[in-house]
């Protein structure tokens, strides 16, 4: 295991790869087939059920998509953890599985599931009000009902793309402070938000809620998201309806979906709510987590934002997403929204950390950005806690700008 890997035997998280090598010809799903990230290499299910070494009640790992495994709820989700930790412990089985070990390098990663739909939440209290002082600033930075329910919007499933996807500059509608009309082109503040997303597995039917103490039988694991954003049509289209042109463009997930037992060390406690939340969000379980985000562009690490203080948590947005009789279908995948932390150097968009332009945020290469320009990459990462004092990573988040489409 190299040290400091993002993936020891306590993580395990399942993703979808193409071998570069075009791939064997056991294990099914075409040429892409489903993994298990384990240090730098990655295990090939699909052989692994090939070859009998796990019971498979159906070809789920052999599938193109996480999706049947994702449906098929947390009992099998637990016994898969259960028998590829084994296999990966037990000597008896190294001859085995070290066949089946495809390396990182020679693995080309694929959008690991269907995405159903896709909903982004609004859950840092510091991010809420930084954005409240920079575009209210005579007016509360906090919207009234902020601090009694999780505000989200419905984003694009069509446009999530897996980490390493090249990221078009929007165009549309923007209009100047100083302008009498709105013109059409490029996006000139184009921006990230870093922020954490969860997987849902296991549906619900319409009509009925899912109480907030059910997280666990619902929602699999954990991705990193980039909600990129253009704040110039954002700023423009969002009243009254909310975000649209502004956001839809694209949404960047890491590769690996980190399932939520490897991140049972890393659970803590909400911050406390004032007012008490109404009954129906009132947390019956922590589902805080201590995850610092890394917030790279062109290598300079611009931010390090820290989840464990989002106000709104995942139990929360899921029973919120819910209570309307709304249902869940497996690959939903609904976000935190930015996570910032209280201090300058944790905040987790360019909004925020260049103060809406008037702060440029300088790059090791001396350099400065406000918002983005074409050909910056910018790296998403993120670590916690893990059992036995490991540490549990998700890999990089990772998109590059490309110019507009102007024809």
Request: glycine residues 12%; contains cysteine.
């Amino acid at each position: 295991m190299p040290d400091g890997s993002d993936f020891p035997i306590t993580n395990l998280p399942y993703g979808v790869f193409c071998p570069t090598d075009g791939g064997r010809a056991d294990g099914g799903g075409g040429g892409r087939r489903i993994g298990v990230a384990i240090g730098d290499q990655v295990l090939d299910l699909g052989a692994v059920a090939a070859r009998g070494l796990i019971d498979e009640p159906s070809q789920m790992l052999r599938a193109a998509t996480l999706n049947e495994f994702l449906a098929s709820g947390k009992a099998e989700w637990d016994r898969v953890r259960t028998r590829v930790t084994e296999l990966l412990s037990e000597a008896s089985q190294r001859g085995a599985v070290e066949k089946l070990l495809t390396a990182q390098a020679d693995a080309e990663m694929c959008l690991p599931f269907d995405v159903a739909d896709y909903v982004d939440f609004y859950a840092s209290i510091d991010h809420a009000s930084n954005v409240g002082a920079l575009f209210r600033p005579d007016s509360p930075a906090l919207p009234v009902n902020w601090r009694h329910l999780p505000i989200g919007y419905h984003g694009r499933a069509g446009t999530v793309v897996v980490s390493g996807t090249d990221v078009v500059r929007p165009c549309g509608q923007r209009k100047l402070p100083e302008g009498e009309a709105p013109t059409y082109g490029p996006s000139q503040r184009l921006d990230i938000e870093a922020e954490v997303g969860f997987v849902v597995g296991t549906p619900s039917e319409r009509g009925s809620r899912v109480p907030i103490g059910n997280l666990a039988e619902h929602v699999f694991g954990v991705v990193l998201v980039n909600d990129w954003s253009a704040r110039d049509i954002q700023a423009w289209e969002y009243v009254p309806l909310g975000p649209f042109l502004g956001k839809s463009f694209a949404t960047t997930i890491s590769p690996w979906v980190v399932p939520l037992p490897a991140l049972e060390s890393a659970r803590i406690a909400g911050p406390v709510q004032d007012p008490e939340p109404l009954p129906y969000l009132r947390r019956a379980q922590d589902w805080g987590l201590d995850l610092t985000i890394e917030v790279e562009c062109n290598g300079t690490v611009v931010s390090r934002p820290p989840f464990a203080s989002m106000y709104w948590t995942a139990d929360q947005q899921l029973a919120h997403l819910t209570v309307n009789g709304a249902s869940l279908r497996t690959g939903d995948l609904f976000a935190s929204g930015t996570v910032s932390g209280p201090e300058p150097g944790q905040r987790g968009s360019f909004l925020e950390l260049s103060w809406s332009g008037r702060e440029p945020v300088t790059l090791d290469d001396g350099s400065t950005r406000s918002f983005l320009e074409d050909g910056d990459t910018v790296v998403l990462r993120a670590s916690g806690p893990g059992l036995n004092g490991t540490r549990i990573g998700f890999g990089p988040c990772t998109g590059t700008i490309r110019p507009a489409i102007t024809d």
